[in-house]
């Protein structure tokens, strides 16, 4: 059993910066983020292979977002710069260990935060 905790969350004008975090009680070799907008079907933004450091980003986020890990504590982290409002979503942090999650489909990923919500408006 893995169990997340997103936090980082809240509202910042386009163009601000916000990082996430998302402690885990446990690992399993893809660990990543999502997001959910209102109205929108789950979309992957951005997912690291723990054992081999590979990263992996939604081409909507690729040189806005970084996704980055602290072993000693067990945590995943998601710096996103240069915000707007289409970034406006729930943010989710989760894990698997299906061959194919690097490929971003939410339905391969086993184990789900509860979100942080996060707006972008001016």
């Known amino acids: 059993q893995v169990h997340l905790v997103e936090s980082g969350g809240g509202s910042v004008q386009p163009g601000g910066s916000l990082r996430l975090s998302c402690a885990a009680s446990?690992?399993?070799?893809?660990m990543g983020w999502f997001r959910q907008a209102p109205g929108k079907e789950r979309e992957f933004v951005a997912i690291?292979?723990?054992?081999?450091?590979?990263?992996y980003y939604g081409d909507s986020v690729k040189g806005r977002f970084t996704i980055s890990r602290d072993n000693a504590k067990n945590t995943l982290y998601l710096q996103m710069n240069s915000l707007k409002p289409e970034d406006t979503a729930v943010y989710y942090c989760?894990?698997?260990?299906?061959?194919?999650?690097?490929?971003?489909?939410?339905?391969?990923?086993?184990?789900w935060g509860q979100g942080t919500q996060v707006t972008v408006s001016s």
């Open positions: 989760a894990a698997g260990n299906d061959p194919y999650s690097a490929t971003g489909r939410p339905s391969l990923y086993s184990y």
């Open positions: 446990g690992r399993r070799t893809f």
């Open positions: 690291i292979n723990w054992i081999t450091g590979y990263l």
